[in-house]
């Protein structure tokens, strides 16, 4: 892993806090092949167990970490819906945060952050 300051990554933009960041250069896919293209596109169920067990698996990898996952509005959508049962639509547009806590392997995970637009709104980082 390479160890880094988050404000590294925010070079134009003012420091906002002591993350320490680390990029595991040796980090492994979880779903490595695939068959989907354009106009091919994966079925929302399969969408959504694909990134439930993403999320299994890196935290298994990173126990105790915090770990940053980036995804798209629909599997971020899909994820959302898949670890709480929750259908009703949130709009997470391009740039929706979503935050879960692993609580128990019995309870599963827990939303903590669901949709959130609020960085989208500082306006210090426009130009």
């Given at each position: ?70 995804s798209h509005g629909g599997p971020t959508e899909g ?49």
């Amino acid at each position: 892993m390479t160890p880094g300051l988050a404000t590294e990554a925010l070079a134009d933009s003012e420091p906002r806090g002591p993350f320490e960041v680390r990029i595991d250069q040796n980090y492994v896919p979880v779903f490595v092949e695939h068959t989907f293209t354009w106009g091919g596109f994966e079925e929302h169920g399969g969408e959504a167990a694909r990134m439930v067990k993403t999320m299994e698996v890196v935290r298994e990898r990173y126990p105790g970490e915090t770990v940053l996952m980036v995804s798209h509005g629909g599997p971020t959508e899909g994820l959302y819906s898949a670890l709480t049962g929750d259908e009703t639509y949130r709009c997470c547009g391009y740039c929706g945060l979503f935050g879960y806590v692993k609580v128990t392997e019995q309870e599963g995970w827990r939303p903590v952050v669901v949709a959130d637009h609020e960085h989208l709104t500082d306006v210090r980082n426009h130009t």
